[in-house]
């Protein structure tokens, strides 16, 4: 892409050089830079790394010595600014436990307006985190170099201090994205949210998806999508394959993209929660699994490297378990109460490509397992997932 060239000018050398609001410095497995309200993450160079430590607000630009190309590309990337006076920067710099911990799914409640037949979390419990814990795990997430922050439940809204939440979200060095069913976002709510993304669940175009979700709902998501982007908030979009949507694809995708949405990801659901009351909705992974093919955007939270299913992931369930996703609630590594997040973090096993039973696959650098969930439903958690492989056109 051809970017317009930038002349930073001589007159802005006495100026205080800082890493710009929604940018951030992030110790991973190579040296990073972030910036949430773009969702980007820039790898660097460690001369570059360095530098950009040094842009704290407290130094003029005449006293850092930067490449000035290297300086004008992030003039472009809107990555560093320039202030009159000086402002300290907070940089928050750690050596995290590697695979990174990235994406965070925070359930804040489990509270819900509605009873879709395939929820995995099932029936309510009245569980929701305490408000301090809420932020105590936001500022150990920050600290272990998050990059995402998923706030789920239930539908989080519910969550009795919610508001008091969002208010404070946007003092974090990471991207808040709010998981809801929409039919709660009213203009006011959607003007109110301080997130930098909001995806909605939409199952298929409103009679398959008012047959999950209860009639009415597919209007009430539509229209809370559009609220969304109406206060300038980014919108993605979730779909759930199930029996009654099969023949929505198309339809879905030319109207997810007519709308607005950044991103759209679909998934094969797991027979778990009120979807083993519902099996009528349940289509067979080799049928089902041909339209994992469809989405758009940067999509579900892939693993990287040598290992498979989420690497970067973990889940927080309402009551306090840390997971190694929502799935894997009866397999806890430890509880955000009584344990820090890093210590659990360090407790999971992480797994290798190396060790599938799938490893000589030749699509596995591209599927990269699949889902272990699903896997461990069919009796064997490295066995092969039986939705991705038909995706990729694999008999089992």
Request: charge should be positive; aromatic fraction near 10%; proline fraction near 4%.
């Amino acid at each position: 892409m051809n970017r317009k060239k930038i002349i930073v000018p001589r007159s802005t050398n006495k100026k205080y050089l800082a890493l710009s609001k929604s940018c951030s410095l992030k110790n991973l497995e190579k040296p990073s830079l972030y910036h949430k309200e773009k969702d980007e993450l820039y790898q660097l160079n460690q001369e570059a790394f360095d530098f950009l430590t040094l842009c704290d607000g407290t130094k003029r630009k005449s006293d850092l010595k930067g490449d000035k190309e290297f300086l004008e590309y992030c003039f472009q990337e809107r990555l560093l600014s320039l202030h009159k006076k000086p402002s300290k920067r907070k940089i928050i710099l750690s050596k995290p436990p590697k695979p990174s911990l990235r994406y965070l799914e925070l359930q804040i409640t489990d509270k819900c307006n509605l009873k879709c037949r395939h929820c995995y979390v099932g029936k309510q419990k009245n569980k929701e985190l305490k408000i301090e814990k809420i932020f105590d795990v936001c500022e150990q997430f920050q600290e272990l170099q998050g990059l995402r922050l998923i706030i789920s439940g239930g539908e989080p809204l519910l969550h009795k201090e919610f508001w008091k939440f969002n208010d404070s979200i946007g003092r974090y060095q990471f991207r808040s994205i709010l998981l809801s069913n929409g039919t709660l976002i009213t203009p006011q709510v959607a003007r109110r949210l301080k997130v930098e993304e909001v995806q909605i669940s939409i199952d298929g175009m409103e009679r398959s998806h008012d047959l999950l979700r209860g009639w009415g709902t597919f209007k009430a998501s539509i229209k809370g999508a559009e609220n969304i982007l109406r206060a300038g908030i980014d919108l993605s979009v979730a779909t759930i394959i199930h029996k009654y949507n099969l023949e929505d694809f198309d339809e879905m995708e030319r109207l997810f993209r007519d709308i607005g949405a950044k991103d759209w990801s679909v998934d094969f659901p797991v027979f778990t929660g009120y979807f083993e009351a519902n099996p009528d909705f349940f289509v067979s992974p080799e049928k089902g699994g041909n339209f994992l093919k469809y989405g758009f955007g940067s999509g579900l939270y892939q693993s990287s490297g040598k290992f498979a299913c989420g690497s970067h992931l973990c889940a927080i369930t309402p009551d306090g378990k840390v997971c190694k996703c929502s799935f894997f609630v009866d397999h806890p590594l430890g509880n955000i109460y009584n344990d820090k997040l890093e210590e659990c973090w360090k407790r999971l096993k992480h797994f290798r490509l190396a060790d599938l039973k799938c490893r000589g696959c030749e699509y596995l650098k591209e599927c990269r397992g699949g889902c272990r969930y699903r896997a461990l439903l069919e009796g064997n958690l490295m066995g092969a997932d039986p939705a991705r492989c038909a995706a990729f056109g694999v008999s089992l």
